[in-house]
């Protein structure tokens, strides 16, 4: 998956767990000692963060053997990465790359049984995820989406329309927000409009008023339903957009709906995924 981090990202990260090198490992006196790593699944995974993973070790020094591609869908048991190097290389780069590995995977893995459940249902609607991913932690989460194949629903404020609730009451009427809307899509003809309604008269309205996509936020599976055969008896070319609350055990519920999208952040927590690390010495 080729999304980049700077190399000033990967030194900052090494650098977290090794500011003044590693105590054990030279106290024992083995840092010289040649030896190899192997990173392996213990559970179906959607594997993810491997090329950096490779990136932090070729930077402490070791040589890559092998390594899988971010994305790729593993069995239970299977190695999937391989560095050599000597004791100080290989526990320097052990538990950073370890632990980015189970994050990132897990949430890869997470996606990936969605996109999975809502594609069965409905072949065409696309999972996205909000920008609820842990700050600082936004670019290393994005990938693992993309991994598991989903979209950023939104990268940040900078490049995407989407009006809530939160923006409409610093509005002085009604009548002005809807002058504001018609106003923005014709300054910015190449950005989508989203609004996120609560409600179906909101939806009628949003729908009337020639957003692109409305989004309905938080609505019960029946009620959403209803809402979109009615809007899009009238309005066909219009996108959907069902979020709030949507998660493993209801994502097909709401891909039946016939959104267009479905929009979550559930997929950002939960348990990391398995990965064991083997580190063992060379002959």
């Known amino acids: 998956m080729p999304t980049y981090f700077s190399e000033a990202w990967l030194d900052q990260i090494i650098e977290d767990d090794i500011p003044y090198g590693d105590l054990t490992t030279e ?3 083995i840092g010289d000692k040649p030896g190899k790593i192997v990173f392996s699944t213990r559970e179906p995974t959607v594997i993810c963060g491997t090329e950096e993973a490779a990136r932090i ?6 040589q890559i053997n092998r390594i899988t591609a971010s994305g790729t869908v593993l069995s239970p048991n299977t190695d999937f990465f391989e560095a050599e190097g000597n004791a100080r290389t290989l526990h320097a780069g052990w538990r950073v790359c370890l632990s980015l590995l189970e994050h990132v995977s897990g949430i890869a893995t997470r996606t990936r049984k969605i996109v999975d459940l809502a594609q069965k249902v409905n072949p065409l609607i696309s999972v996205e995820t909000s920008r609820k991913s842990f700050p600082g932690g936004k670019k290393v989460t994005i990938k693992a989406v993309l991994c598991g194949g989903a979209h950023p629903h939104r990268l940040g404020l900078s490049e995407s329309l989407l009006v809530f609730r939160h923006h409409q009451v610093f509005m002085e009427s009604q009548k002005s927000f809807w002058a504001a809307l018609d106003r923005i899509r014709n300054e910015i003809p190449g950005k989508k409009l989203t609004l996120e309604v609560e409600n179906e008269a909101e939806a009628m309205r949003a729908a009337q008023a020639g957003v692109d996509i409305i989004q309905l936020d938080k609505m019960p599976v029946e009620t959403l ?9 009238d309005y066909p070319a219009i996108k959907i957009a069902a979020a ?4 493993e055990k209801n994502a097909s519920e709401y891909a039946a709906t016939g959104a267009d999208i479905l929009v979550l952040s559930s997929v950002f927590a939960g348990k990391t995924s398995d990965i064991g690390a083997r580190i063992m010495p060379l002959a």
Request: net charge positive.
């Open 27 to 29: 106290s024992l006196g």
């Open 57 to 62: 070790f070729k930077k402490l020094g070791a």
């Open 225 to 233: 339903k209803t809402v979109i055969d009615k809007v899009r008896k």
């Open 244 to 247: 709030g609350g949507i998660n």
